[in-house]
C-alpha cells in the first residue's frame, strides 16, 4: 500500500505564489516519475499539469509552461509544484500521481487525495 499525502494549497492573491508537496510512503521499489494533476470543476476530467521522471526529466503543460516548476526529493520520496503568477483559471483541486514498481517489481499508480488552490482578489 502507497500513501500519498499533498499539502501546500490556499488562497492566493493573482499573481501570487503556492508551493505544493506530495510525500509518498509505503511499499516503493522505485519510482519512475511523479505528476501534478488539477481538476478546475467537480465532474470534469484531470488535466495534466507536471510530471518529473527518475532522470529528473521534466514536461509541463502548455497552460502552466514558465509559471510553474516541478522538482523532487528522491531521498523523502517527495515532490514540488511551485506555481508562480497564479490566475483565477489555475484555480483547481491538485493531484499528486506516482508511477512506481513495488516490492514485487510490479508496475503501478497511486494517486493523492487533492489540495484545492483558489486563486481570486
Known amino acids: 500500500q502507497v500513501h500519498l499525502v499533498e499539502s501546500g494549497g490556499g488562497l492566493v492573491q493573482p499573481g501570487g505564489s503556492l508551493r505544493l508537496s506530495c510525500a509518498a510512503s509505503?511499499?516503493?521499489?522505485?519510482?519512475?516519475?511523479m505528476s501534478w494533476h488539477r481538476r478546475q470543476a467537480p465532474g470534469q476530467q484531470p488535466e495534466w499539469v507536471a510530471?518529473?521522471?527518475?532522470?529528473?526529466?521534466?514536461k509541463y503543460a502548455d497552460s502552466v509552461k514558465g509559471r510553474f516548476t516541478i522538482s523532487r526529493d528522491s531521498a523523502k520520496n517527495t515532490t514540488y509544484l511551485q506555481m508562480s503568477d497564479l490566475t483565477p483559471e489555475d484555480t483547481a483541486v491538485y493531484y499528486c500521481?506516482?508511477?512506481?514498481?513495488?516490492?514485487?517489481?510490479?508496475?503501478?499508480?497511486?494517486w493523492g487525495q487533492g489540495t484545492p488552490v483558489t486563486v481570486s482578489s
Open positions: 509505503g511499499s516503493i521499489f522505485s519510482i519512475y516519475s
Open positions: 510530471t518529473i521522471n527518475s532522470a529528473d526529466i521534466t
Open positions: 500521481n506516482l508511477d512506481y514498481y513495488d516490492a514485487s517489481y510490479y508496475f503501478t499508480s497511486a
